[in-house]
């Protein structure tokens, strides 16, 4: 991938020196041709075949899209085991093809400002240059994903996200209770009690599910019916009494909470003094997740004997998710550009994950662009996107799946602050 990484950034130089070239022919001079770069939106090498380059290119997005939801979710399935070819041969081939729509979006199919070009190409440019140190295939797709999304109508990505994932999803799960997956799918690991639904771990398919309850969530946003928020609760109640997947089970609660409360807001917009405080969860989550580990104090040799006791029984409740952060403190080096880590200790905190995994940068830039996304929805009063985000935020605390498409779709609301766009052209 390391190929299509370096390709990708190389075509998005070339764009903006062409671009140049053609306005400074245009405009007649150098700094008309910037400044009406700047402002005005156009496709990248050229306006040939306007009219047929902007519909192909959200087909185009929405079958890279497509391919993403089936390789997560039947191709990393247990189906791999079953099938070694899945993983040997299918999965590669539909890799290309995946980045392949998503590149072609990106350089053919996306109208830019410069401005917007500019912020979103920095933002890529960061992103290759620590998936080159952390080899994070996930963090590249979600930055690949999100560099394609511009343009393309919320409903329609989730509309796609929706109608591959589930018919995907619902196949697994045949083949899971038919014994084809899973050979011992009535006892599931031998009799333990959280059953794996096809996967080779609960928080897998808990994630799985979630997103494609947030997906549902993002399309239908302000028309969701009170039946509907109820059905949203009883999915947190199913994950939380099936595969007892604890973390995608409470969001998915917390997200049903904030479903009903955001019923009675409506579309009303707040001023900046309450988007602020909407937006304020995301930088104390991240105090609270650095901040909190120090305070442990070591009592037994196992990773989770930690003291005092009531920081005890919040790890516990947590899953070992801040003795964890504690012993990476002892462990890691912080590196700006991150690293490769070792496979203990396992970091699940998307905030401890990215200071070590991608580097304090990245940390603080994903922590700038959900900050913004939640202050701009809230002052546009998009308050179904705005719970989506939260959830996800808590989700975060738990799960690094955050940064699969598949458990976090709500991941495109952050697009409006990736383009730099003005509020008024966010989508909800």
């Not at 609270?288 to 930690?306: C, M, R």
Request: glycine share 8%; with cysteine; proline share 4%.
């Amino acid at each position: 991938m390391f190929g299509f990484a370096n390709g990708l950034l190389l075509a998005l130089f070339a764009a903006a020196a062409v671009d140049f070239l053609l306005a400074w022919r245009c405009c007649g001079s150098p700094a008309r041709g910037i400044r009406t770069l700047w402002q005005e939106e156009h496709l990248l090498f050229g306006s040939w075949w306007a009219a047929w380059r902007l519909p192909a290119g959200q087909i185009a997005f929405c079958l890279g899209l497509a391919v993403y939801e089936f390789t997560v979710v039947f191709c990393n399935s247990m189906a791999r085991e079953q099938w070694p070819w899945l993983q040997t041969q299918v999965s590669p081939v539909l890799d290309t093809l995946m980045y392949l729509a998503f590149f072609a979006k990106v350089l053919l199919g996306t109208r830019y400002n410069w401005r917007s070009l500019g912020v979103a190409g920095a933002l890529y440019f960061i992103a290759r240059w620590v998936y080159f140190n952390g080899q994070n295939i996930w963090f590249l797709g979600l930055a690949v994903v999100l560099l394609a999304a511009k343009d393309v109508p919320l409903r329609r990505a989730m509309k796609t996200f929706l109608a591959c994932g589930l018919p995907t999803l619902a196949l697994v799960e045949a083949l899971h209770f038919a014994g084809i997956l899973a050979p011992d799918a009535l006892s599931e690991r031998n009799g333990t009690f959280r059953l794996m639904f096809g996967y080779g771990h609960p928080n897998t398919f808990g994630g799985i599910v979630f997103g494609l309850l947030l997906a549902w969530v993002l399309l239908r946003q302000a028309r969701l019916h009170w039946l509907e928020i109820a059905a949203v609760a009883g999915v947190g109640v199913f994950l939380m009494v099936g595969p007892a997947s604890r973390s995608a089970a409470l969001c998915s609660l917390l997200l049903a909470a904030l479903l009903a409360i955001a019923k009675f807001f409506a579309l009303r917009p707040v001023g900046r003094r309450g988007a602020l405080l909407t937006a304020a969860p995301v930088p104390l989550m991240m105090a609270f997740s650095l901040i909190l580990p120090l305070f442990v104090v070591k009592v037994g040799p196992w990773a989770n004997d930690i003291g005092p006791a009531w920081l005890k029984r919040l790890d516990d409740l947590l899953t070992c998710r801040i003795s964890l952060a504690w012993a990476a403190y002892r462990v890691f080096d912080i590196k700006i550009a991150g690293q490769m880590l070792d496979e203990w200790p396992v970091l699940d905190n998307i905030f401890i994950y990215l200071l070590y995994q991608f580097g304090p940068v990245m940390l603080g830039i994903a922590v700038v662009l959900l900050t913004v996304a939640l202050y701009g929805h809230a002052r546009q009063g998009h308050w179904q996107a705005v719970a989506c985000l939260i959830a996800v935020l808590f989700y975060g605390y738990m799960e690094t799946q955050v940064l699969h498409i598949t458990s976090n779709p709500a991941a495109f609301l952050l697009c409006g602050a990736i383009f730099a766009l003005p509020f008024d052209r966010w989508e909800s």
